[in-house]
C-alpha cells in the first residue's frame, strides 16, 4: 500500500520555508489523512502487534527476535554483497548461526566500514525502494545512508507512537519541537501533527523570551527536545524566576544523552515527567523509559542489541555491566545493519522492571565514546563524572559548556558565559570539576562568543582530540 510520507518527504523542506498561510491550507488538509495513508499498510499492522507484544514473556520475546534475525541473516546472505563476501573471508554464513548468542559468530560492522563500503551495503533486490538519509553528524562525520521505502519509516513510527504512550503521551496531542530544525523565522506551527516547531539553532539568552512567550501562547502537552536545546531555555526560566507551562504534562528527549544535573534542572523548572529514549537513524537499536521507570527498556521487536569491550568482545548482559552497543536492526531490509557498532555506552540494569515488561534494561547511558576524558594516567572520566554529575552550578551562569581535549591530564573549558559571570564563578567551577574528578587535572578556562552546532542542530559536548583506545579502563 502508499505511504505517501515516503514520497512527500522530499519536499519537506520547501514545505517548511513556505509562507504560514500556504502550510495552514496544505497541512491542515493532509493532517486530516489517516495514517494507513500517510504510512501505509505497515503501520496498523506494527501498532497492533507492538500492542500485544509489550505483554510478551521472555521466552516469546526471545522467539520472535530469532525468527526475525534469521530472516534478516538469511536476506543479506542472499542480496548484500558486503556481508556475502565479508563473511566469505571469515568462513561463516547465515547456516553456522543456530541461537540468538551465535550472531556473535560474525563480524562486527563500524560506522567507517559503512561509509567506504555503502555501495555494497545496499540489498541488491531493494534498489527500487531506496530511501536516502544520514546521521545527524554528532561526532563531526556524518553517515549517509538508505532506509526501505513504505517500510522502515512507518515502523519507526509505530514503535515511537507505542513509546510516547508509555510516557502519557500520543500523537495529534499539541506538541512543541526543539531540536534541529533550520527555520528562518525560528519558530512556526505545523498543522500537520500539531506541531510547534522552534529551531535549536536560533536559542539563546537573547531569543529565549520568544521561545518562552510562543510555548505559552501554544499550550503544548509535550515538549521534544535535544536536552542541550532545552537545557538552555530551563537555565533562562530559573534565573528569571519564570514558572513552568501551563497543560505541559511531559518533556521527551532524545538524540542526545541525558544527563543526571539535566534532569535535575528540567524537572525542576517544568514541573513534570522528563522521559529519555535512545536510539539513531541507522534504526538498529531503541530504548526507552516506561510510566513508572527511568530505565531504559530495550525493545526487543526493534532489532538484537549485545555489548561488547573495547576489543569488540562480547560482554555478558548482567547489572552493573558496562560496554559499547552492538545492535542489528530488524526494520531496514534495503540496507541492513548487522552488529553494528554504535560507538554509545550503555550501563546493563536489574532483571526486571516494576512495569513489569520483559524488554533487557539498562541502567544509564554514559554517552559517546568520544565523550570521555583521558587523565595523565590513561584513566578515562566519562562526562557523567565530569561535568555532569548531580550538581548543576556550572549551567546556573553559562550559556553553553564545551570541553576540549587534546593532552592526558588536561582539558580546555569553553565558555559563553551571561551576564553576572564573575572570576569567583570561574574558580567555583573549576573547584566543581577538580573535585569530580581529583585535583591532579590542569583545566584550562576559555571564554567565547558562540558556538557552533552540528550541521542536525546537536551540541558537541566534548571535541576529543585523543585516540581512545580502553575507554572502560580505570
Known amino acids: 500500500m502508499l505511504a505517501l510520507e515516503d514520497y512527500i518527504h522530499q519536499f519537506k523542506t520547501a514545505y517548511r520555508t513556505s509562507p504560514q498561510w500556504l502550510k495552514s491550507t496544505i497541512g ?26 509489550q505483554r510478551w514473556s521472555e521466552e516469546q520475546l526471545r522467539a520472535y527476535q530469532w525468527k526475525q534475525l534469521k530472516s534478516v541473516l538469511e536476506h543479506a546472505r542472499a542480496n548484500v554483497p558486503y556481508y556475502r563476501r ?11 548461526i543456530h541461537s540468538l548468542q551465535d550472531i556473535r559468530k560474525l563480524p562486527l560492522l563500524t560506522k567507517d566500514q559503512a561509509r567506504e563500503h555503502k555501495p555494497e551495503l545496499v540489498a541488491q533486490n531493494y534498489r527500487s525502494r531506496l530511501l536516502a ?15 526501505e521505502r513504505g517500510r522502515t519509516r512507518a515502523l519507526e513510527h509505530a514503535f515511537m507512537r507505542r513509546q510516547w504512550r508509555w510516557a502519557g503521551f500520543d500523537y495529534g496531542q499539541r506538541s512543541a519541537i526543539l531540536r534541529g530544525q533550520t ?46 536545546a532545552i537545557t538552555v531555555l530551563a537555565n533562562f526560566m530559573k534565573r528569571h524566576g519564570q514558572g513552568p507551562l501551563e497543560h505541559l504534562t511531559v518533556i521527551l528527549v532524545g538524540s542526545e544523552n541525558l544527563y543526571p544535573a539535566q534532569r535535575a534542572l528540567l524537572e525542576e523548572v517544568f514541573q513534570c515527567r522528563v522521559y529519555s529514549w535512545y536510539g539513531h537513524a541507522e534504526a538498529t537499536c531503541l530504548a526507552g523509559g516506561c510510566e513508572v521507570s527511568d530505565l531504559y527498556h530495550v525493545y526487543s521487536e526493534y ?19 558496562k ?8 526494520n531496514n531490509w534495503a540496507m541492513p545493519f548487522i552488529r553494528y557498532r554504535t560507538g554509545d555506552v550503555a550501563v546493563v540494569g536489574p532483571r526486571t522492571c516494576p512495569c513489569g515488561r520483559h524488554y533487557p534494561l539498562w541502567e544509564r547511558i554514559e554517552g559517546r565514546l568520544q565523550e570521555y576524558i583521558v587523565g595523565s594516567d590513561g584513566r578515562l572520566v566519562p562526562l557523567t563524572a565530569f561535568i555532569f554529575g548531580q550538581h548543576y552550578h556550572a549551567f546556573e551562569k553559562t550559556e553553553r559548556i564545551q570541553l576540549v581535549q587534546d ?20 574558580r567555583q567551577l573549576r573547584n566543581e570539576m577538580l573535585r ?14 558562540s558556538m557552533e552546532l552540528t550541521p542536525s542542530g546537536k551540541h558537541r559536548f566534548v571535541i576529543q582530540k585523543l585516540p581512545l583506545h580502553h575507554v572502560w579502563a580505570g
Open 86 to 96: 565479508v563473511w566469505d573471508e571469515c568462513g561463516v554464513s547465515p547456516r553456522d
Open 303 to 321: 532489532g538484537y542489541t549485545e555489548l561488547v569491550d573495547e576489543a569488540g568482545k562480547p560482554l555478558d548482559w548482567r547489572p552493573g555491566v
Open 28 to 53: 491542515s488538509a493532509y493532517s486530516k489523512l489517516p495514517r494507513s495513508l500517510r504510512y501505509g499498510a505497515v503501520f496498523p499492522r506494527a501498532t497492533a502487534l507492538l500492542e500485544q507484544s
Open 436 to 449: 569530580a574528578i581529583g585535583d591532579d587535572w590542569e583545566i584550562r578556562i576559555e571564554y567565547i562568543d
Open 407 to 426: 593532552c592526558p591530564g588536561a582539558v580546555t573549558v569553553r565558555l559563553m558565559v551571561l551576564g553576572g559571570w564573575t572570576r569567583q564563578d570561574e
Open 183 to 228: 527555520i528562518k523565522e525560528g519558530i512556526h506551527y505545523d498543522p500537520i501533527d500539531n506541531h510547534l516547531f522552534l529551531s535549536g539553532f536560533n536559542l539563546s539568552e537573547r531569543t529565549a523570551p520568544e521561545y518562552l512567550a510562543a510555548l505559552r501562547k501554544f499550550h503544548p502537552a509535550s515538549i521534544q527536545a535535544y536536552p542541550s
Open 323 to 330: 560496554g559499547e552497543i552492538v545492535a542489528t536492526g530488524f
Open 133 to 147: 538519509f544520514n546521521t545527524g553528524g554528532s561526532t563531526g562525520q556524518p553517515l549517509k545512508f538508505y532506509w
